[in-house]
């Protein structure tokens, strides 16, 4: 093995090999432990987990998943400020790479490879990232600033391959994940797989992630054709799930989109115009919730938009607009309390879940859904996730809600979707590895 690796990067320093793909082989005898990188946005993520098929259903466990908040830093720009977000992804990464490999090196889930790990020597592990220098030192600056203290690469894990966000999110933020996958795969010599971010958030929502980590579960198979709403800061978008795993085209088909910003946004926005901090929906919701109990009646009627648009589209923006239009008026005649801020996420909220209800049951009764799998960061919301499980109950189809410790941004749906997509598809179909900030579910 020692031989082979020092050989493989010889041959990639002399010819300088082509490093946008990684290609390596994963075993198909035994269990596949998947490395997941998550960096589409403000969370910077890494997750460890194992997979295999066993009597024809995908079995997992995970053995560890970090992420790392960036919220708070962003928060002073009332949102995500794209190249602090580049910068951050750049200095934790190693460091967090660090910690998921150090907390897991005792866990009777992940055992070693060998004894005597195999290990490149240190001018072996400068030879390689000699080869990245003059890409990364421009490109990265702080992720190739960090790489260069990280001894603990040298040692090659027991990891078969890594899954990677290729998109949607921030360019820039997503190159960073990207470069730092390809830098793994490269030393580590195993393939690494682009995944989509929407699609990290469908699988994810099939995980019975409230089991301890370490404990195999079957990941739940949702009848088909199932219905995906997928609600986030970045989406908004209703989807009808062909298939689960593998790469075949059509297994996605967008059934409905925003038409401008997403209902995760909304919250923020509005949020914002109500002097809560960034990320905003937590906050609104807990508002509206304090108003509910309080009896509070909402000062405003807001608009529900689209309802009654044939389509299946949202649009957010006026909604958001109306709510300014609010803060003004009770501004400028003194009403700006803290009362009316409660009664105006009330009703904030409940146009959002009227809006996103109408549109929900349109596409359940035209696709003849057979079940409901949410994903995104607003599926946290407590108020849609009853309507979502009384819709269901009403509809007699099965609900996929992702526990609420993964409904945000992580890294174990990102290797949950990639070693669920390299399983079925095998590794001769993997896709180079390139950012698309606009990447669609198809
Ligand atoms: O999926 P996610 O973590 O990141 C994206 O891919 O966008 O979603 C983040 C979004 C933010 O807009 C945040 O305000 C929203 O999810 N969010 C919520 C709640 N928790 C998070 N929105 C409404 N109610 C919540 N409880
Ligand atoms: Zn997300």
């Given at each position: 093995?020692?031989?082979?690796?020092?050989?493989?990067?010889?041959?990639?320093?002399?010819?300088?090999?082509?490093?946008?793909?990684?290609?390596?082989?994963?075993?198909?005898?035994?269990?596949?432990?998947?490395?997941?990188?998550?960096?589409?946005?403000?969370?910077?993520?890494?997750?460890?987990?194992?997979?295999?098929?066993?009597?024809?259903?995908?079995?997992?466990?995970?053995?560890?998943?970090?992420?790392h908040s960036q919220a708070e830093l962003h928060s002073a720009y009332g949102g995500v400020y794209p190249s602090l977000a580049k910068r951050e992804h750049g200095k934790n990464l190693v460091p967090l790479?660090?910690?998921?490999?150090?907390?897991?090196?005792?866990?009777?889930?992940?055992?070693?490879?060998?004894?005597?790990?195999?290990?490149?020597?240190?001018?072996?592990?400068?030879?390689?990232?000699?080869?990245?220098?003059?890409?990364?030192?421009?490109?990265?600056?702080?992720?190739?600033?960090?790489?260069?203290?990280?001894?603990?690469?040298?040692?090659?894990?027991?990891?078969?391959?890594?899954?990677?966000?290729?998109?949607?999110?921030?360019?820039?933020?997503?190159?960073?994940?990207?470069?730092?996958?390809?830098?793994?795969?490269?030393?580590?010599?195993?393939?690494?797989?682009?995944?989509?971010?929407?699609?990290?958030?469908?699988?994810?929502?099939?995980?019975?992630?409230?089991?301890?980590?370490?404990?195999?579960?079957?990941?739940?198979?949702?009848?088909?054709?199932?219905?995906?709403?997928?609600?986030?800061?970045?989406?908004?978008?209703?989807?009808?799930?062909?298939?689960?795993?593998?790469?075949?085209?059509?297994?996605?088909?967008?059934?409905?989109?925003?038409?401008?910003?997403?209902?995760?946004?909304?919250?923020?926005?509005?949020?914002?115009?109500?002097?809560?901090?960034?990320?905003?929906?937590?906050?609104?919701?807990?508002?509206?919730?304090?108003?509910?109990?309080?009896?509070?009646?909402?000062?405003?009627?807001?608009?529900?938009?689209?309802?009654?648009?044939?389509?299946?589209?949202?649009?957010?923006?006026?909604?958001?607009?109306?709510?300014?239009?609010?803060?003004?008026?009770?501004?400028?005649?003194?009403?700006?309390?803290?009362?009316?801020?409660?009664?105006?996420?009330?009703?904030?909220?409940?146009?959002?879940?009227?809006?996103?209800?109408?549109?929900?049951?349109?596409?359940?009764?035209?696709?003849?859904?057979?079940?409901?799998?949410?994903?995104?960061?607003?599926?946290?919301?407590?108020?849609?996730?009853?309507?979502?499980?009384?819709?269901?109950?009403?509809?007699?189809?099965?609900?996929?809600?992702?526990?609420?410790?993964?409904?945000?941004?992580n890294a174990l749906m990102i290797a949950l979707a990639g070693a669920l997509d390299h399983t079925k598809s095998g590794p001769t179909d993997v896709r180079p590895l390139v950012a698309h900030g606009n990447?669609?579910?198809?």
């Amino acid at each position: 093995m020692k031989e082979y690796l020092g050989a493989r990067l010889a041959q990639l320093v002399e010819h300088r090999l082509d490093v946008t793909r990684v290609v390596g082989s994963i075993p198909t005898t035994r269990t596949v432990i998947t490395l997941g990188i998550e960096t589409s946005c403000d969370e910077t993520a890494l997750s460890l987990i194992e997979t295999r098929e066993h009597e024809g259903h995908f079995e997992c466990r995970v053995i560890n998943s970090l992420v790392h908040s960036q919220a708070e830093l962003h928060s002073a720009y009332g949102g995500v400020y794209p190249s602090l977000a580049k910068r951050e992804h750049g200095k934790n990464l190693v460091p967090l790479l660090k910690k998921l490999l150090s907390e897991i090196s005792q866990a009777p889930s992940y055992t070693k490879a060998s004894e005597d790990k195999d290990a490149h020597t240190a001018s072996e592990l400068s030879t390689v990232l000699e080869t990245f220098k003059s890409e990364l030192s421009k490109t990265n600056p702080d992720l190739w600033q960090s790489l260069q203290g990280a001894s603990f690469l040298s040692y090659v894990p027991n990891i078969d391959m890594i899954a990677v966000t290729e998109g949607p999110g921030l360019e820039p933020t997503l190159w960073v994940g990207i470069n730092f996958a390809r830098i793994l795969g490269t030393i580590w010599n195993i393939p690494v797989v682009p995944v989509n971010h929407m699609e990290g958030h469908v699988v994810g929502s099939l995980l019975k992630s409230d089991l301890p980590y370490g404990t195999w579960q079957c990941l739940s198979e949702p009848a088909l054709p199932a219905l995906s709403f997928l609600i986030s800061g970045g989406h908004t978008e209703l989807v009808q799930v062909n298939n689960i795993g593998g790469n075949d085209q059509g297994r996605y088909e967008i059934l409905g989109q925003t038409k401008d910003d997403a209902v995760g946004e909304a919250f923020d926005k509005v949020a914002r115009l109500l002097g809560l901090p960034y990320p905003g929906g937590p906050h609104v919701s807990k508002l509206a919730h304090e108003a509910y109990e309080a009896g509070i009646v909402s000062p405003v009627k807001l608009p529900r938009p689209m309802i009654a648009s044939d389509d299946l589209n949202f649009s957010f923006a006026g909604l958001k607009t109306a709510v300014l239009y609010a803060v003004q008026k009770a501004t400028a005649k003194n009403e700006f309390t803290d009362e009316y801020k409660k009664g105006l996420a009330y009703e904030f909220e409940q146009a959002v879940a009227e809006t996103l209800e109408t549109k929900l049951r349109k596409a359940i009764l035209e696709t003849d859904a057979k079940s409901l799998i949410i994903g995104g960061g607003v599926s946290a919301n407590h108020l849609l996730r009853k309507r979502f499980q009384a819709i269901t109950v009403e509809y007699g189809i099965e609900l996929f809600l992702p526990s609420l410790h993964i409904s945000g941004d992580n890294a174990l749906m990102i290797a949950l979707a990639g070693a669920l997509d390299h399983t079925k598809s095998g590794p001769t179909d993997v896709r180079p590895l390139v950012a698309h900030g606009n990447k669609r579910l198809s």
